[in-house]
């Protein structure tokens, strides 16, 4: 089996806000290999650090949003 499952539900996570949670799914799906999304899964978890960057006030680098 491949990762595509756990990238899935860190999608769900990320829609939902819950970033540390989308983080691990990523993460875990990034692990098992097989993806063929591996690009954008890595697009996902940089989006999430720069709002996390945000909230947190460390908008230095600029925003994506």
Same mark, same amino acid.
């Given at each position: 089996?491949?990762?595509?499952? !756990?990238? /899935?539900? =860190? ?9 540390? %949670? ?5 993460? $875990?799906? !990034?692990? /098992?290999? =097989? ?9 996902? %978890? ?5 709002? $996390? ?13």
């Amino acid at each position: 089996t491949t990762g595509e499952a !756990l990238v /899935k539900v =860190g999608e769900a996570w990320l829609g939902h806000g819950q970033y540390e %949670k989308a983080i691990d799914a990523f993460d $875990k799906g !990034l692990a /098992k290999g =097989g993806l063929k999304i591996q690009d954008e899964t890595n697009i996902n %978890k940089g989006k999430i650090q720069e709002i $996390k960057n945000v909230i947190n006030g460390d908008n230095s680098r600029g925003t994506i949003l």
